[in-house]
């Protein structure tokens, strides 16, 4: 049983699609295990985002990061790291695969709806930024 981080970002929650989301996620077989709806400063995206900080759309995503209230969850699952993605679709919702959520719902590289951890180091440092063990069910 393996954890990831999903975050239905700013765009997913103005499109009201939280629900279309998950029930996508559970439909494929994984669980929510913990979720919450927070709305990020600029100095928490930042902290989020630490990894992309010297790439030239930093400022810009942690602007659009912090631009209204998101949904971070834990999901649980067989593979579910894959498996999130899988359902996510490409960073690039061009070249995101017909069926996926950045296919159906991102509107640009940047407003992609949707963020997953990428392994499972990263994984457990995005999961820890936003929940604490009794928050995990
Ligand atoms: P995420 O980390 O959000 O799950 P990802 O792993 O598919 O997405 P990353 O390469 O980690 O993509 O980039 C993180 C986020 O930064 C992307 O989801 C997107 O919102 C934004 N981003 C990535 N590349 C660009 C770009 N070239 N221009 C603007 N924003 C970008
Ligand atoms: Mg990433």
């Known amino acids: 049983m393996e954890r990831?981080?999903?975050i239905i970002k700013p765009d997913g929650v103005k499109q009201a699609v939280i629900g279309e989301v998950i029930k996508r996620f559970e439909a494929n077989g994984i669980r929510v295990?913990?979720?919450?709806m927070i709305h990020m400063t600029k100095e928490q995206a930042q902290?989020?985002?630490a990894v992309h900080k010297e790439?030239?759309?930093f400022d810009s995503l942690t602007d659009f990061m912090c631009s209204g209230p998101c949904v971070?969850?834990?999901l649980e699952g067989d593979d579910v790291i894959a498996k999130n993605r899988e359902l996510m679709g490409a960073t690039n919702y061009k070249e995101a695969a017909e069926g996926t959520l950045r296919f159906d719902f991102?509107?640009?590289i940047e407003s992609n709806i949707v963020h997953g951890s990428d392994a499972p180091d990263t994984a457990?440092?995005?999961?820890?930024y936003f929940f604490?063990?009794?928050?995990?069910?």
């Open 4 to 6: 990831t981080l999903s």
């Open 33 to 36: 295990a913990a979720m919450k």
């Open 47 to 49: 902290g989020f985002y």
């Open 55 to 57: 790439r030239p759309f």
């Open 72 to 74: 971070p969850m834990v």
């Open 106 to 108: 991102a509107s640009s």
């Open 124 to 128: 457990a440092f995005e999961i820890g």
């Open 132 to 137: 604490n063990s009794f928050e995990i069910v």
